[in-house]
């Protein structure tokens, strides 16, 4: 006797399980072949995916379409590289970054919750790109070069410590964390808040009947899309060792948008998975052509055509049902065992 | 008995129609109170004026004792006030369970909001003790869309129900129900109302007769007359607006 937003959670779950055993297993072939390149490309993947997973919380989950999600990600990490020239301190940056994105998604969220719909999505839009023109024009933030120079990190973790150089350590550090914000959002979303976050996204206009205010709930889940994507872009300059405006262009937002629908909106992992797959495509076309965004292109649309549930769809419905007999075999009479108690 | 919910002087304009005019009225602690009238009364307007969907322009809505005139509908809603809508306003795609759940969890202290969901506890039982009284047990996993339209109305009145409301207003609840289910629906508010008050809109004259202990016509946005029901029926005004066009 389960719900069946219970049950597609826990299929969520399953399939982070094998997204972490595929990184794994990844992890250990890299290294033990003495790969950089695939170690460092993957971790990229999954910082994007911090970026997609915040956008997921938004469309998937509260029914709010942001095209300008990287807005979040590209304070993060310019909060983060500035932090990491000045004083080289992981834990410092990933606080200020974190401080920044929830002050940055609370002004963000006032502004654009307060219309709905396609304003919302324009709104959103026109934010980001203030915000990384107004970047891209200013002389002490490193202007159209963006932030160079970012120190290579030493990162200490109690009592051992390695560097941010270390391509299997950040991969499986840069893992840690991304599977911590797909966790706690898992998490939240699964208690009576994150029930009424879900109520938005199926029927808005009936939420302020249940005792709910439909407008607080909305800026909850957009600071905290905010506060994910702003901790997954602290991480950027400590792999790339430099962050740019583009961070913060409709590129990187509709980047991360296409991340989701490929990889399953609303499913959370869908965003990761979304976000390795793109990636590494990427970058193993843009090394065979130079027209690379016309193939991603094409799979973008292919996927919306063909796999409307993305990736994720392919798999999940059976595993709900799977999770949903499993269920119902455990408790075969607890509805009738409650019925004869009242 | 005291007076649950009194209206005095409602008012709101759109432009230059008064939809809702001047309106007061009280409603009785445990009675079913019914607003009727015909199409454009300004009853469903009434509705959206008390349950703060709508903000009246002029007048006061006093709860148990206390103004609360111009609260938001979620204020209102946890001021003890719950709300069914003319059109099924579920949601669908949720399980019924989940739809109850939903409406059940603000029976739980806000301490519980990050908190995983209890299976036990205030909610969950109330939410198991509904589904039991609906006779929704069969359907409890299947998502609200799925339901036939009179077990969608009744899943609404379960929902409403959910948060142990101390008024609850109904907006058509039979409306594009069968015979049977309209009986069985009426059924239900006789019993319903032994345990809450319950404030009305309903069309069907002969269960508005049958159910209710105070009947309030309106018509064009005015309050025309209110009374038992039997004195309504006589009323010759009533019969002239309303009856008589039927």
Known sequence: ????????????????????????????????????????????????????????????????????????????????????RAAPDFWLAIGAATGAALVAGIVGGLIANRVRGVYFALITFGMAQIVAR?????????????????????????????????PLGFFLLTFVIIGLLYGAVAYLLSTPFGRVIVALKANESRVPYLGYSAWAARMAAYVVAALVAGIAGALYPMLRGFVSPELMFFASSGNALIMVVVGGVGTLVGALYGAVVLTVLKSVIGSLTEHHLIVVGGIFIAAILFMPKGLMGLVRPAMMRWLLARAEARAPRSGAVRRTTQ | MTDVLSLDGLSIAFGGLRAVDDVSFAVRERAVTTVIGPNGAGKTTLFNLISGALKPQAGRVTLSGRDVTGLSSAAMHRAGLARSFQITNLFSEMTVRENLRLAAQVLEPVSHALRPLRRRGRAADKVEALIDRFSLDAKVHEPAGALSHGEQRRLEIAMCLASEPQILMLDEPTQGMSHADTADTGQLIRDLAREVTILLIEHDIGLVMELSDHVVVMHQGRKLAEGGPAAIRADPQVQAAYFGQG
């Open chain 1, 1 to 84: 006797m389960r719900d069946r937003l219970e049950i597609s959670m826990q299929a969520n779950h399953g399939l982070f399980a094998a997204l972490v055993t595929a990184g794994l297993i990844f992890g250990a072939v890299a290294s033990a072949t003495g790969d950089v390149f695939y170690l460092r490309l993957a971790t990229e993947a999954l910082i994007l995916g911090g970026l997609a997973l915040s956008v997921d919380i938004l469309l998937g989950f509260t029914g709010l379409l942001s095209l300008g999600q990287a807005l979040y990600f590209g304070i993060g990490a310019y909060v983060s590289a500035l932090v990491l």
């Open chain 1, 134 to 166: 107004v970047v891209y024009n200013t002389r002490e933030l490193g202007a159209s070069d963006g932030l160079i120079g970012v120190p290579v990190l030493e990162i200490p973790l109690g009592p051992v410590s390695f560097s941010a150089d270390d």
